[in-house]
């Protein structure tokens, strides 16, 4: 292993070691298993959601109905920084992702995870609505001009098949810049995911007090697995480490809580045209209705 090499994983090791990290937070999953996740892009439908979810009364009935919430938002609504296009709650949205609690991003992220199954599902027990949409609308609003490389720390990730297609299972942070950053001991038994976005916002840009690179990547894009390779440090620690390419977005539940016709047909034709300039970001875009078993589900966020 090169020593530019060497030096990368120890800071991603850093990193994970620092603000831990874990497949607890979010889970690399194969796409087909993936069906309940909270995935709207809000193609079509995006000054509606923006009307319904922060506009009205949505958002301040979700931060009243949740301490966590309320907690960070507040510390979050006070940056003056802005995106272009955007308004103060979606840099607070996004304020709300690097906070150190990450008791609230467990949570957020298990909601993402699990509530996507069927409309009533998500209706009545997603109770972050206008969260989401905030960081998915800000990512649409920032999306970059070309891919980048990143990686990704995880303990106790599943080894994905060589060309499957996987996913996200919520919002999860990439890192890209760790020169400066020292070496951990022992990365024995770790994973590093390696991969190629071009649906990502570096948050150093957008968010107060926010000094390091650190990157959000959305549930919404696929990867394909292209390489898995079990490889040892100078230390002689094993890890595993995961290639991925980009290989564009998927929005299941597209405009999921709104049920015009007019809006589906636009997800399925105009949405993969304006997407198709590098980079090559493909939406595909349809409703699945997905029966959950109930019992199973947890429906405390």
């Not at 991603?12 to 979010?26: D, G, R």
């Not at 272009?84 to 957020?108: C, M």
Request: hydrophobic share 35%; charged share 25%.
């Amino acid at each position: 292993m090169g020593q530019k090499r060497r030096m990368l994983l120890a800071a991603i090791i850093f990193i994970a070691v620092c603000y831990k990290v874990t497949a607890k937070e979010t889970r690399l999953l194969d796409v087909q298993k993936t069906t309940n996740v909270v995935d709207d892009l809000y193609y079509g439908c995006r000054e509606e959601a923006m009307k319904r979810f922060i506009e009205s009364d949505v958002l301040k009935q979700e931060l009243n109905n949740s301490e966590g919430f309320q907690k960070v938002w507040n510390k979050s609504i006070e940056c003056s920084k802005q995106i272009p296009q955007g308004r103060k709650e979606h840099t607070a949205a996004l304020s709300v992702y690097v906070n150190e609690d990450k008791s609230f991003i467990q949570t957020l992220n298990k909601a993402i995870e699990t509530m996507g199954g069927n409309v009533s599902i998500y209706e009545d027990h997603f109770n972050l609505k206008s969260l989401h949409f905030l960081l998915m609308d800000s990512m649409r609003l920032l999306k970059p001009k070309e891919c980048k490389n990143f990686y990704v720390f995880q303990d106790g990730q599943n080894q994905p098949q060589k060309g499957s297609t996987v996913r996200f299972t919520s919002f999860t942070l990439a890192y890209s810049d760790y020169e400066e950053l020292k070496r951990p001991k022992h990365v024995n038994e770790s994973t590093i995911l390696h991969l190629t976005s071009c649906f990502f916002v570096n948050l150093k840009d957008y968010v107060c007090g926010q000094e390091q690179d650190e990157i959000l990547l959305s549930p919404a894009e696929v990867f394909t697995v292209e390489q898995v390779e079990t490889k040892t440090t100078s230390d002689g620690d094993e890890y595993l480490e995961i290639d991925l390419k980009q290989s564009g977005l998927k929005s299941s539940h597209n405009c999921y809580i709104f049920s015009r016709m007019s809006v589906g047909q636009e997800t399925t034709t105009a949405v993969a045209e304006r997407d198709r300039s590098p980079p090559a970001v493909v939406a595909t875009l349809w409703l699945v209705s997905v029966l959950a078993a109930l019992s199973s589900v947890s429906f405390a966020v």
